[in-house]
T-cell receptor, first 112, second 113 residues
């Protein structure tokens, strides 16, 4: 596609529910990033993939967060047993090796 | 700790004036910097980038200046327009290991008619 696509755009989850957020990067982009953005804050790094390899997951806040990119293209960020503090916008970005990263519109997760 | 930060959380400028948004970084090992613009409800949009072997780069109506001596980055927007109203983030790439961006809190630019 023309840009990074994320779905769903909005997700409301009940506390304790599992959620899965999808990212379709720009075709051919090797690198894929997930970020979490709280209201009024800058994006915070969660995890990074180079093709299908997850090279850095140092930003994942807990073991309830899990990300995968099994075929080196589409990625899924899964949050298990969601809690209210997980409410945020989750941004996905992709880049071709060491160049600028392009962001998707994000998924706004609200945990109630 | 090491961080990327901005001096001014909100900047108001008159339409047609020039805007300058500043950013400080603390890691001298960073070698790539990007300015992003984020409008409400949207993801960050790439504006301009600069590598550490440069001290100035110009785009269309935008200029980024890098001062490695004092670890300072600025974004200059010429003839600011209402469509420039947004939150602006500088992001720093730390070249050791993973290629990832560290973002600052952001500066909100308000363009006054």
């Amino acid at each position: 596609g023309a840009g990074v696509s994320q779905s769903p755009r909005y997700k409301v989850a009940k506390r304790g529910q599992d959620v899965a957020l999808r990212c379709d990067p720009i075709s051919g982009h090797v690198s894929l990033f997930w970020y979490q953005q709280a209201l009024g804050q800058g994006p915070e790094f969660l995890t990074y993939f180079q093709n299908e390899a997850q090279l850095d997951k140092s930003g994942l806040p807990s073991d309830r967060f899990f990300a995968e990119r099994p075929e080196g293209s589409v990625s899924t960020l899964k949050i298990q047993r969601t809690q209210q503090e997980d409410s945020a916008v989750y941004l996905c970005a992709s880049s071709f090796k060491n160049t600028e990263a392009f962001f998707g519109q994000g998924t706004r997760l609200t945990v109630v | 700790g090491e961080s990327v930060g901005l001096h001014l959380p909100t900047l108001s400028v008159q339409e047609g004036d020039n805007s300058i948004i500043n950013c400080a970084y603390s890691n001298s090992a960073s070698d790539y910097f990007i300015w992003y613009k984020q409008e409400s409800g949207k993801g960050p949009q790439f504006i301009i980038d600069i590598r550490s072997n440069m001290d100035k780069r110009q785009g269309q109506r935008v200029t980024v200046l890098l001062n490695k001596t004092v670890k300072h980055l600025s974004l200059q927007i010429a003839a600011t327009q209402p469509g420039d109203s947004a939150v602006y983030f500088c992001a720093e790439n730390r070249a050791s290991g993973t290629y990832k961006y560290i973002f600052g809190t952001g500066t909100r630019l308000k363009v006054l008619a």
